[in-house]
DNA sequence: ATTATTGTATTAAGCGCTTAATACAATAAT
DNA sequence: ATTATTGTATTAAGCGCTTAATACAATAAT
């Protein structure tokens, strides 16, 4: 199952950023040892380089370790992955809020927009 | 004042979403005349072919018309612009959403979290 | 001990994006 | 009539991203 991938950004950012999301949500617990880059690559349908440069990128952020030949895991530090996932919320949050301010909206019609919405979605 | 370009997406991309918040927020309101494409490249701080491709990206959307030698104006259809205006704020939230549904929060949660932080910029 | 699997590194090629330097035709401004 | 301004087009160069094809050292698995 290739993933959802666009064309407007690099794909390692993508990479990056669905593993993050993955953590945050538990597929990956803390602990939990991650497929190989070659596998992983497959299973995104992209080139391990391009799977290992999103790798890096994430251990460099400290949620990912490397243990040189038998793969890699991601971090135990639970309460790290929570705070990182709190702030990835945030930053997502006021992105948003301040693209709708340039866009002209105020705050009452914004949260008028989002709550419906959000019960659209069930 | 050069504007607000990241590194992280092609600037032309940016150029047309930032413009097309200018025109959303009445900046430049249906039918006013925009800067010619060197002045604006130049207020943006990129080179003229960029600010050209982001401008023929926004008339191929019919945000924008171009007058051969007279230079470029926005559309007089203001029920178009108000529709495109709501088309990405709906985009937008979806997008928000759905990540943070990735991201394992649930609804409740995540109307906490935006009227609250909504709240804090005032 | 041998084999398979791990992360890692290198090289070459192709692609799109961006810039720089020019040039041109059409026409608005003078 | 002349000049300045408009959008537009072209060419060349550099850059980062992505892929493909390999190769290697370390070590887990057998």
Not at 80 to 91: F, N, P, R, S, V
Not at 101 to 106: E, H
Request: charged share 25%; aromatic share 6%.
């Amino acid at each position: 199952m290739p993933w959802d991938l666009k064309s407007d950004r690099p794909i390692y950012t993508q990479l990056v950023e669905q593993i993050k999301l993955m953590v945050f949500s538990g597929t990956y617990p803390p602990g939990s040892k991650l497929p190989s880059v070659r596998d992983m690559a497959q299973e995104a349908a992209v080139n391990p380089n391009t799977m290992q440069r999103a790798l890096a990128k994430l251990e460099e952020d400290g949620l990912i370790i490397t243990h040189r030949t038998s793969g890699r895991s991601i971090t135990e530090d639970a309460s790290m992955i929570e705070l990182a996932k709190t702030k990835l919320a945030q930053d997502q949050i006021f992105e948003f809020l301040e693209k709708m301010r340039l866009m002209g909206f105020d705050q009452k019609e914004i949260l008028t927009i989002i709550t419906t919405m959000a019960k659209e979605l069930k």
